[in-house]
């Protein structure tokens, strides 16, 4: 394998580490108003991602990141044509990382509540956003013979990009309903497996419809397989959770993401941006790569480091992986900080 | 404006604007992670009690500091695009090696070390903030090796089908000398806006409780007054390490980019030995350099140039011809370079931005170490100042080495324009890599895009920052006693803070679970 196409593989890798990650913190925060009635309950499922959404976040940064340090071609073509749908993007991601550390700053109902309300728009938002930039430069995004956007601001914002928006907000709530489901114990254990018991097989609809056009486009044997099992892990992810076995639903519905991602960047390789306009303008890895000596320290690099992160990033879900409940008394009444 | 203008406004402002909040992180992370650790080794409550104390200072801003953060990364690619080509096989394997080495570190461990109380051992919850403070550390080499390389690109060749640098030595990269003087200053620089904010908040605090008649025996007055004197001396003691380091630093920029340091010092033209300049005056906002004259003192400038007095220093009308001869008297015809195609080139930065800049920069380092040196002086022997001049003034001086900070960076990222990759004079001419800012702009976007992300960023920026100053300001009034409530339930009160903290010694993950839920005792602290 040479190292454009070994690093279209790890750029693959970090994004679908990045979605199966923060995925289910996209999910509970956007859960909060379904089933978090209770103020016990809403603390409950932010107490359930709290020590893990920044480091979750981290793959974002890391995949963004190495799109650009291996593919600049890429990175320099996807981000101008969705220009303020990226934007977009990144108010809600600001606006959500604050509202996490500072809602806990101050102690009214009406301030709990409203950065609540912030938490949960501000990860539709990023999930809707994430998702439609990947489908977008997947399915096709209008781009010319140079890599430049042709028509207005929002251009971007075809069809395409939209499936991919709804695919991964979709599946994101459903695997936010089986981490709760995990992670909870109490009433939000009981309402997030019954939300995931009903939603899960539509949920998986988008995803699973978004792979499928990028394997019918330009896919192999293998992503033909690949999708195969996403859709059988659907199944598998189901069943499990209607027999309370959460463990193996999360896994397999974290399955569902995990093939369905191989059959995406698998079919769509060797391009990384897809032209809507004419394949031909179709930007690939080899346009868009750095330098073989680039690449190489990179290798190292991340080939020392990416162990390293994933070890200490376990031990951390090790740390946490008590099974939460809520506290009896509510609401939540914190005393002042150092209290 | 076009393009080109709007997107330099938007990146100073958002950038500026981070880099607000990245020097609290690292110097108040630094000063967080000792107190941490003398608690651990000491035992005594009052360490504890500043380590719980200004944790929570540092966390409510470093959360502002990884949002915005975000925009710094997407930045390149959405305003910047050719930028982002050009520099394509460096910068961008800089940006991900400090997402994957320093940023990773940094958020895992700090998660680590916020919920990590009463759940891992004492050392080893220690250990996670300094798997912390370290990954900030690395993460600002990383970036500075990245800036440093537009300063002064070394280790790359020009690659002549594309025209552009394609890296052959990583290893110079890093080590670049621009690199390592930045980060030094960079680093100092920031334990000098830690210094200034223990300084400022525990002097206040210190007058408070003297006039309230509050015991000068009790933990929370050591408290105030071990804060006071840590940044005191971290103050002096930064600044003065500020000087040397931003002496080394101007001595490269001499031979490295000699109009940005005459430009510092709106020098016109060549002499030898060169004055220092204090004060300008005359048309500077002109850009016309024979229309300034100053207050100087001389020889001064050839020493800090070259450590000698009597050697020539370049002034400004010299280079800017030596640079027209070398890169063109005007920008070419390309429509690549957008409005700015066949326009004269001004190889001189702004005069008014880096001469004002660079002594702002010296002036408000100056506040600061004063105000430090003010602190050690008015705490000495046990005293505590009461002076409200004197303990406002240190409130108000915290702002000091932020401006510092800020416009530290205004000058030297001003002062390498028209540049954004300034060509590397140790390189022969025709191998040299340069870029100019007005070729880095985003063909594809237009203004109207480039002004609403402006406007979008600049106003929740500026709604951020009210609330970050609402709730800093409150919980720092507030302070560290907790006479104003009972304790919750299920919450020791900090006055015995063996049973609620301490007892993570032998807490191991296994037994977490037999504990009661202490999740909120941890948030209290954590949020």
């Keep these: 394998m040479d190292l454009q196409t070994l690093w279209f593989a790890a750029v693959a890798v970090l994004w679908t580490g990045f979605l199966l990650l923060e995925g289910f913190d996209f999910g509970v925060a956007a859960l909060i108003p379904v089933i978090g009635r209770k103020a016990a309950d809403r603390h409950l499922m932010l107490r359930s991602i709290g020590p893990l959404w920044d480091g979750n976040e981290v793959w974002l940064i890391t995949a963004a990141g190495a799109v650009f340090a291996a593919f600049p071609g890429w990175y320099a073509t996807w981000l101008p044509v969705l220009y303020l749908p990226f934007v977009l993007v990144l108010f809600g991601l600001i606006i959500r990382a604050v509202a996490f550390e500072w809602r806990h700053s101050h102690h009214t109902a009406q301030w709990d509540s409203t950065w609540t309300h912030v938490i949960t728009a501000g990860s539709l938002i990023a999930a809707l956003g994430v998702g439609a930039a990947l489908g977008g430069t997947t399915l096709g995004l209008p781009i010319d013979g140079d890599g430049i956007r042709v028509g207005g601001a929002f251009a971007g914002v075809t069809w395409s990009a939209l499936l991919?928006?709804?695919?991964?907000?979709?599946?994101?709530?459903?695997?936010?309903?089986?981490?709760?489901?995990?992670?909870?114990?109490?009433?939000?254990?009981?309402?997030?497996?019954?939300?995931?018991?009903?939603?899960?097989?539509?949920?998986?609809?988008?995803?699973?419809?978004?792979?499928?056009?990028?394997?019918?486009?330009?896919?192999?044997?293998?992503?033909?397989?690949?999708?195969?099992?996403?859709?059988?892990?659907?199944?598998?992810?189901?069943?499990?959770?209607?027999?309370?076995?959460?463990?193996?639903?999360?896994?397999?519905?974290?399955?569902?993401?995990?093939?369905?991602?191989?059959?995406?960047?698998?079919?769509?390789?060797?391009?990384?941006?897809?032209?809507?306009?004419?394949?031909a303008f179709s930007v690939t890895i080899a346009e868009a790569s750095v330098s073989d000596y680039t690449l190489t320290i990179m290798t190292w690099a991340a080939g020392v480091g990416l162990p390293v992160v994933l070890g200490y990033q376990t031990w951390t879900y090790w740390v946490f992986r008590k099974r939460l409940t809520a506290e009896p008394e509510t609401p939540h009444?914190?005393?002042?900080?150092?209290? | 404006m076009d393009v080109l203008d709007i997107a330099r406004w938007q990146f100073g402002i958002t950038t500026v604007y981070h880099f607000l909040m990245v020097p609290l992180t690292i110097?108040?992370?630094?000063?967080?992670?000792?107190?941490?650790?003398?608690?651990?080794?000491?035992?005594?409550?009052?360490?504890?009690?500043?380590?719980?104390?200004?944790?929570?200072?540092?966390?409510?801003?470093?959360?502002?500091?990884?949002?915005?953060?975000?925009?710094?990364?997407?930045?390149?690619?959405?305003?910047?695009?050719?930028?982002?080509?050009?520099?394509?096989?460096?910068?961008?394997?800089?940006?991900?090696?400090?997402?994957?080495?320093?940023?990773?570190?940094?958020?895992?461990?700090?998660?680590?070390?916020?919920?990590?109380?009463?759940?891992?051992?004492?050392?080893?919850?220690?250990?996670?903030?300094?798997?912390?403070v370290i990954g900030s550390i690395v993460s600002a080499y990383f970036i500075i090796a990245a800036n440093s390389w537009m300063q002064h690109p070394v280790g790359v060749v020009t690659d002549d089908a594309t025209g552009r640098p394609v890296q052959v030595d990583f290893f110079a990269v890093l080590s670049n000398n621009t690199a390592l003087a930045a980060f030094s200053h960079t680093i100092v620089a920031a334990l000098m806006v830690a210094g200034a904010a223990l300084v400022g908040i525990g002097l206040w605090h210190l007058r408070k409780r003297k006039l309230a008649g509050a015991p000068t025996t009790d933990p929370d007055h050591h408290v105030w007054r071990r804060s006071v004197r840590l940044g005191g001396y971290v103050s002096v003691a930064a600044f003065l390490l500020t000087a040397v380091t931003g002496d080394y630093q101007a001595k490269l920029m001499y031979e490295q980019q000699p109009l940005k340091m005459s430009s510092a010092e709106a020098l016109c033209t060549t002499e030898a030995p060169a004055p220092f300049s204090i004060f300008a005056f005359g048309k500077l906002g002109s850009n016309e350099c024979d229309e300034v004259h100053s207050w100087t003192v001389p020889y001064l400038l050839s020493y800090l140039a070259h450590g000698d007095f009597?050697?020539?220093?370049?002034?400004?009308?010299?280079?800017?011809?030596?640079?027209?001869?070398?890169?063109?008297?005007?920008?070419?015809?390309?429509?690549?370079?957008?409005?700015?195609?066949?326009?004269?080139?001004?190889?001189?930065?702004?005069?008014?931005?880096?001469?004002?800049?660079?002594?702002?920069?010296?002036?408000?380092?100056?506040?600061?170490?004063?105000?430090?040196?003010?602190?050690?002086?008015?705490?000495?022997?046990?005293r505590v100042p009461t002076n409200p001049i004197g303990v406002y003034g240190s409130v108000l001086a915290i702002g000091a080495p932020f401006v510092a900070n800020a416009s530290g960076w205004i000058f030297t990222e001003m002062g390498r324009q028209p540049f954004v990759v300034y060509p590397n004079p140790d390189v022969p001419r025709e191998d040299q890599v340069y870029f100019f800012t007005a070729q880095a702009v985003s063909p594809g976007v237009t203004a109207t895009e480039v002004w609403t992300s402006l406007i979008g960023l600049t106003l929740v920026y500026g709604a951020l920052a009210v609330v970050e100053l609402w709730l800093l300001t409150r919980f720092v009034r507030r302070g560290v006693t907790t006479s104003d409530g009972a304790p919750t339930p299920g919450h020791t009160p900090e006055g015995s803070p063996d049973d609620d903290v301490s007892g993570g010694a032998d807490v191991t993950p296994g037994s977490a679970s037999t504990r009661r839920d202490s999740d909120d005792d941890v948030l209290s602290f954590a949020y």
Excluded at chain 2, 88 to 99: N, P, T
């Design chain 1, 164 to 279: 991919g928006g709804v695919a991964l907000l979709a599946w994101s709530t459903v695997h936010g309903a089986v981490f709760l489901a995990l992670k909870t114990d109490g009433p939000v254990r009981v309402a997030a497996r019954r939300f995931a018991v009903r939603w899960s097989p539509v949920a998986a609809l988008p995803l699973l419809a978004w792979a499928g056009l990028v394997h019918l486009r330009s896919g192999t044997f293998v992503t033909g397989a690949l999708w195969l099992v996403a859709a059988l892990a659907v199944l598998v992810s189901w069943t499990r959770i209607r027999v309370d076995r959460e463990g193996q639903a999360f896994t397999a519905w974290a399955v569902v993401m995990l093939a369905s991602a191989a059959t995406i960047f698998g079919a769509v390789y060797p391009v990384v941006v897809v032209s809507s306009i004419d394949p």
């Design chain 2, 310 to 382: 009597s050697t020539a220093v370049p002034g400004v009308n010299e280079l800017q011809e030596e640079y027209s001869a070398a890169y063109g008297a005007t920008y070419p015809d390309d429509p690549s370079f957008g409005d700015k195609a066949g326009e004269p080139i001004d190889y001189t930065p702004l005069l008014a931005v880096t001469y004002w800049n660079f002594r702002l920069m010296i002036g408000m380092g100056m506040v600061s170490a004063a105000v430090g040196g003010y602190a050690l002086w008015s705490t000495r022997k046990g």
């Design chain 2, 27 to 132: 110097g108040l992370g630094i000063l967080v992670a000792v107190m941490h650790t003398m608690w651990v080794r000491t035992d005594k409550p009052e360490w504890l009690r500043m380590t719980r104390f200004w944790g929570r200072v540092y966390l409510i801003n470093f959360v502002l500091g990884v949002a915005t953060g975000l925009v710094q990364e997407f930045q390149f690619g959405l305003a910047w695009s050719e930028y982002s080509r050009f520099v394509g096989d460096v910068f961008g394997s800089l940006l991900a090696l400090e997402a994957l080495l320093a940023f990773f570190l940094e958020s895992t461990f700090l998660g680590l070390w916020i919920f990590g109380w009463g759940r891992i051992p004492k050392k080893v919850h220690l250990a996670t903030l300094w798997a912390a």
């Design chain 1, 333 to 339: 009444t914190e005393e002042p900080v150092n209290a």
